[in-house]
């Protein structure tokens, strides 16, 4: 894998994942689905996203006691693993890697609302998350290989993970979930963006 690959599979994720007590899911959810409009959960439905020459695939695995779980792979490797949880204030991060987050980090904050912002104090073993998320705009246009969608923007401008300094941005699309991601680290800058959403049936 290329350097920037290794790198956003690795502390980055933290935050990243390509986002508790179990929330029950909603009456008129399908069996095995829940989630924000922003963030819709249902086994095996599926991100592809491209980052420079490398293909990023995010797909949700299965349903887990206390959320989803996302499985990332890199050119058709899988590298990672998340559990994510849709709540009613928002759509957060459980566990990395089979580490639990504690407490788990909120990265989209609901219902939608532009200048909310959130503090971010977590620990993932022995690695400690901290920073602050801000809802930048609620139409912020964004144009990926997958079309061109009007989206939430999410600013993380300052993160500290593990004593790297991290900043990351992202862009959330109504029923398909993030679109498109970017993220610093130390000065090295990638970006993740939607190629395709393949939605389960």
Known sequence: MTRSIRMWAGAVLILVGGVALAAPEPKDAAPGATGSEY???KVKSKWVYKT???TVEIEVASAEKDGFKLETKVNGKTVAAEVVEVKQDGVYRVSVKGDK???PIKFLSLPVKKDADWNVNSKVGTQTVKGKFTIKSEAE?????????DTVFV?????DIAGTKTAIKYYFAKNVGVVKLSY?????SSVLE??????AK
């Open 39 to 41: 963030y819709p959960l």
């Open 52 to 54: 420079n020459d490398q």
């Open 101 to 103: 987050i504690d407490p």
């Open 141 to 149: 246009k964004v144009k990926v290989p997958a079309g061109e969608y």
């Open 155 to 159: 600013d993380g401008p300052d993160f």
């Open 184 to 188: 610093e680290i130390q000065g090295t």
């Open 194 to 199: 939607l190629k395709e959403f393949s939605e």
